[in-house]
C-alpha cells in the first residue's frame, strides 16, 4: 500500500488537528452540552451498572476521537457502581493506530476522577512535531528517563511526552479530570 506525500501530510495535519484539539477541549467542562457524541464503550458500562461515571469515559473519549470507536471495557462484575471502570479504544488512521485508556470511578466526595492515556504515532521526527503542533507547550521536564515532558497551556492536569521512535515520533498524552456526576433519575435506595 503506498500513499502520495501530499496525502500523508494532509492525514498528519488533521491527526495533528485532533491532539491539539483535544489539548484544550476538555478544560471546558460544557463540552458535553456542545458535542454530544454516544460511544458504544459507556452505552455499555450504563448498561452493566456504571452508571455514576460513565459520561466521563464519553466525554473524554468522544472529545478525541470525535466519533465511536473500537473498544475493550474492563469492570467490576460484582459490584459495577462500587468500582472504577477501565476503557481501552483504538482507531486506525492513515499512519497507524492511536490507542487510549481511559479510567473513571466515582470518588468518595460523589463526583467522577477520570484519566487518560494516548499513545498516537507519527511519521514525522519529534523535533518537526514540536516545533509545530505543540509549539505553544511549554517544557515541564526531561526527568521520565530522559524523554521530553510537556505541560498542555490550557490544562495543568494535561502533558504530552514526545519520543523519537522508528525514524518518527510516539507521543503519548495523559491527563487528570476531575468531574461531576452524572444526573440520575433513579430513586435513591
Request: charged share 20%.
Amino acid at each position: 500500500m503506498t500513499c502520495s506525500s501530499a496525502g500523508l501530510e494532509s492525514q498528519l495535519k488533521k491527526i495533528a488537528g485532533l491532539l491539539v484539539l483535544a489539548s484544550f477541549g476538555l478544560a471546558y467542562p460544557a463540552y458535553a452540552d456542545i458535542n454530544e457524541v454516544a460511544t458504544q464503550s459507556a452505552v455499555q458500562l450504563k448498561e452493566k451498572g456504571f452508571v455514576a461515571c460513565a459520561h466521563a469515559v464519553d466525554d473524554i473519549a468522544s472529545f478525541l476521537f470525535q466519533s465511536d470507536f473500537a473498544y475493550l471495557n474492563l469492570w467490576n462484575q460484582s459490584d459495577t457502581a462500587k468500582h472504577s471502570a477501565l476503557v481501552t479504544g483504538a482507531k486506525s488512521y492513515t499512519v497507524g493506530k492511536s490507542i487510549l485508556t481511559i479510567t473513571a470511578t466515582e470518588s468518595q466526595v460523589g463526583t467522577c476522577d477520570a484519566s487518560f492515556t494516548l499513545v498516537m504515532p507519527f511519521p514525522e521526527e519529534c523535533t518537526k512535531i514540536r516545533q509545530t503542533t505543540f509549539k505553544g507547550w511549554p517544557f515541564y521536564s526531561d526527568k521520565l528517563a530522559g524523554i521530553s515532558v510537556y505541560e498542555d497551556p490550557s490544562i495543568s492536569s494535561v502533558s504530552l511526552a514526545l519520543e523519537p521512535f522508528q525514524g518518527g515520533c510516539l507521543a503519548v498524552k495523559t491527563g487528570l479530570f476531575f468531574l461531576s456526576r452524572e444526573k440520575t433519575t433513579d430513586k435513591p435506595r
